[in-house]
């Protein structure tokens, strides 16, 4: 059976996912696409042959078996929720919803009715990524103690463009972007206990909230996790990547170049002290271990997986519970950032008792 796809929102990141169903075949045809800019929607349709091009998503939900949603964050819960009420699978671009009760909304629309609700984190389905997990898992370096996550970029959308509100962003660069790399923490690590995240403008003035983010999460098994994403960056040296130390050793997801190292533990005297002696050999010594295609965002993954689980009937990687987990760490950052705190970060409902885990309050 072919699924038909509708696609809601053809701006930049929904001309982005067109390359993303080449690997899928006749298993899904977009069959509609919705833009308040009449054109954008127009120009989608054409591309992929759909029938119905609209500028009010409700019309395309006749035509469609399940939804993409590619729009402002404050307007996924409405869309989401219109579409699931019609019966329909949704993809939904992240960050799911820009509330915990939205996401609540979502999750048990999708649950009583049966429907599929998959958030898009393309990260997850990243060959690399992947590839770098299994060998953390393995232990190919030994334990593993500290990860790091860089993201180092310049967005500096024009004025008036909605990313630049608080309110429509949901939040600022941690919660749009850094929702990514939060949810690959938790993925990799399991629970944290405790984290601090420190937010600044400096550098993105057109943001209203941060546009520059360090986060740091202390897990329950003692390993570090800590994410560097910024959109303020004029130049860059880390681009995109991942670097996971380990007892043994240090791995490393070039993300930018498409590369994946070991770089093996110091094989020469131990330190002794002394900056000099404890200097390590450059980075780039490292053993090669996978080449990709440099800087695809390999959106085809999650699309693949999406589409899978509509068939299938089976529960998403990246569904409605753990995508709110994930969203109530970064809401519990920000609130112990404001009050100066450091965020207690257990009993967000990290495994299957998520219904019942809200945001308890911090302590006074
Ligand atoms: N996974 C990633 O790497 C990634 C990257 C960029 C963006 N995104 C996500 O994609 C989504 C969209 O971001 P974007 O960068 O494409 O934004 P964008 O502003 O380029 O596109 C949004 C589109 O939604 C349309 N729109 C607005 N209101 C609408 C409505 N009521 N009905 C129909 N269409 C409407 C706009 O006209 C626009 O074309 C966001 O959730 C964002 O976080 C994901």
């Not at 759909?50 to 402002?72: G, I, K």
């Not at 009715?113 to 990524?129: C, G, I, N």
């Not at 030994?142 to 949901?170: C, N, V, Y």
């Amino acid at each position: 059976m072919t699924i038909r796809l509708g696609i809601i929102g053809c701006g930049d990141m929904g001309e982005s996912h067109r390359s993303a169903f080449a690997e899928l075949g006749d298993r899904v045809r977009v069959t509609a696409t919705a833009d308040v800019e009449l054109d954008r929607a127009r120009a989608a349709a054409d591309h992929f042959g759909a029938e119905l091009a609209t500028t009010d998503y409700r019309d395309t939900l006749d035509a469609v078996d399940a939804v993409l949603v590619v729009t402002p964050h404050d307007l996924h819960a409405e869309m989401g929720l219109t579409a699931l009420r019609a019966g329909k699978h949704v993809l939904m671009e992240k960050p799911m919803a820009v509330s915990e009760q939205e996401c609540l909304d979502l999750i048990a629309e999708s649950s009583d009715r049966d429907l599929v609700l998959m958030t898009a984190y393309p990260m997850r389905f990243h060959p690399l990524v992947r590839t770098l997990k299994n060998l953390v898992d393995q232990r190919l370096l030994g334990d593993p103690f500290h990860m790091s996550i860089w993201t180092e970029q310049l967005t500096m959308p024009a004025e008036g463009h909605w990313i630049r509100s608080a309110k429509r962003l949901g939040g600022g660069q941690l919660f749009s972007h850094g929702c990514h790399y939060v949810d690959l923490l938790l993925w990799f690590l399991g629970r944290p206990e405790r984290g601090t995240h420190m937010g600044s403008r400096l550098g993105t003035p057109w943001m209203e909230r941060e546009g520059t983010s360090d986060l740091i999460m202390a897990f329950e098994s003692g390993i570090t996790g800590y994410h560097f994403g910024t959109w303020g960056a004029r130049a860059s040296r880390m681009g995109y990547s991942i670097h996971v130390h380990c007892v043994g050793g240090m791995l490393e997801a070039d993300l930018t170049n498409g590369r994946l190292y070991a770089h093996h533990g110091w094989d020469g005297p131990a330190p002794r002290g002394g900056l000099a002696e404890t200097l390590l050999p450059p980075a780039d010594a490292g053993e090669l271990l996978v080449q990709t295609e440099a800087d695809d965002k390999h959106l085809g993954g999650e699309i693949v997986h999406f589409v899978e689980c509509v068939e299938t009937g089976q529960r998403p990687l990246t569904d409605g519970p753990g995508s709110l987990q994930g969203l109530r760490v970064i809401w519990r950052l920000y609130e112990a950032e404001e009050r100066g705190l450091v965020a207690d970060l257990r009993g967000l409902g990290l495994d299957e008792d998520w219904r019942g885990a809200g945001r308890a309050s911090l302590p006074g």
